[in-house]
């Protein structure tokens, strides 16, 4: 079973500046296969990044995802206000479909 | 409009069942997977399962495996996750989602809370 491991837990920035996460795998995850999530508190998660870097649909283009084998990372460029919230990421290419522990970006 | 609406919250006591639904619509239902994922208070996502209503391909996570039971009907468009006996531990958030085969998870249900208390 794939170990997902976000880093950092808790990430606090300023509305504008540049947010980066980063998720590593235990074992080498196809790149066609790590996705990422946002949740913001009492919604359900929201697909923002599919394959590594594809955005999924209607998602700003601030939002970006790289990586690859076992590390992986989610990049907001400038962020927003509503960006504000809890990131996961996810190996849904083998099973079971792992999440990341996730990473809290809050408002410095 | 693809949607998934699930069930209302529940409110059990140990060792009682339970099983609660997410009904698809907007799209061929059997054509994609439906997952769980619970979340307990305050918790990350877990995923427990999937199945493939085509067929009723089912997989579990070990985590999982034996403590639940995942089922669909695909005459309806809906799938389920049951326990024949729920602990307190089991109060958590329950959430289904699609996903085409081998894809990620792009619509979700509004969550199904579930309280487990005597």
């Known amino acids: 079973e794939i170990v997902l491991t976000q880093s950092p837990g808790t990430l606090s920035l300023s509305p504008g500046e540049r947010a980066t996460l980063s998720c590593r795998a235990s074992?080498?995850?196809?790149?066609?296969?790590l996705a990422w999530y946002q949740q913001k508190p009492g919604q359900a998660p929201r697909l923002l990044i599919y394959a590594a870097s594809s955005r999924a649909t209607g998602i700003p283009d601030r939002f970006s995802g790289s990586g690859s084998g076992t590390d992986f990372s989610l990049t907001i460029s400038r962020l927003e206000p509503e960006d504000f919230a809890v990131y996961y990421c996810q190996d849904h290419g083998s099973s079971p479909r792992t999440f990341g522990g996730g990473t809290k970006v809050e408002i410095k | 409009e693809v949607q998934l609406v699930q069930s209302g919250a529940e409110m059990k006591k140990p060792g009682e069942s339970l099983k609660i639904s997410c009904k698809g619509s907007?799209?061929?239902?059997?054509?994609?997977?439906i997952g769980w994922v619970r979340q307990m208070p305050g918790k990350g996502l877990e995923w427990m399962g999937n199945?493939?209503?085509?067929?009723?391909?089912?997989r579990y996570s070990p985590s999982f495996q034996g403590q639940v039971t995942i089922s669909a009907d695909k005459s309806i468009s809906t799938a389920y996750l049951q326990w024949s006996s729920l602990k307190a531990s089991d109060t958590a958030m329950y959430y289904c989602?699609?996903?085409?085969?081998?894809?990620?998870?792009?619509?979700w249900g509004q969550g199904t809370m579930v309280t487990v208390s005597s």
């Open positions: 989602a699609r996903s085409p085969p081998l894809f990620a998870f792009d619509t």
């Open positions: 199945i493939y209503p085509y067929d009723s391909d089912t």
């Open positions: 074992q080498r995850v196809s790149s066609r296969s």
């Open positions: 907007g799209y061929i239902f059997t054509n994609y997977w």
